[in-house]
């Protein structure tokens, strides 16, 4: 009878690590490939914007701690992509964020020329970028 019971916990503690396994492996093959979408579309960025303009590339935490996480209360507009928020660099440096709200593949080049346009103009109501 023991045995009996043994076996069926046993058999019932095998299929529960089993199905932990099949959902921990599905979450991180999720998580892989938006990471692989979401390079995948900063390279096609990357390689649309000149390289001649002197664009400096930020990481995301880098942005986020600029701008407070992205708080409200340094949101100065919002563009046809997302919206636009002031902060400040480690260095002090003042810097504009646009945050995109839908990153749709459709708009990813409209986005790019948008970004190489106002990187070629000079004006002093424009931070260069």
Not at 86 to 93: V, W
Request: proline fraction near 2%.
């Amino acid at each position: 009878m023991i045995k009996l019971i043994f076996g069926i916990l046993g058999a019932m503690f095998g299929i529960v690590a089993v199905l932990t396994l099949i959902f921990v492996y599905r979450i991180w093959h999720k998580k892989r490939k938006e990471k692989a979408i979401h390079n995948r579309y900063i390279n096609s960025i990357r390689a649309q914007v000149s390289s001649n303009i002197g664009t400096i590339w930020f990481h995301l935490p880098e942005l986020e701690h600029a701008t407070d996480g992205f708080s409200p209360k340094n949101c100065v507009g919002q563009g046809r992509y997302g919206i636009v928020h002031k902060g400040k660099l480690k260095d002090s440096s003042t810097v504009v964020v646009k945050q995109l709200v839908d990153l749709d593949s459709q708009r990813d080049e409209e986005f790019s020329n948008e970004v190489e346009i106002i990187s070629k103009i000079r004006n002093r109501n424009l931070l260069p970028l």
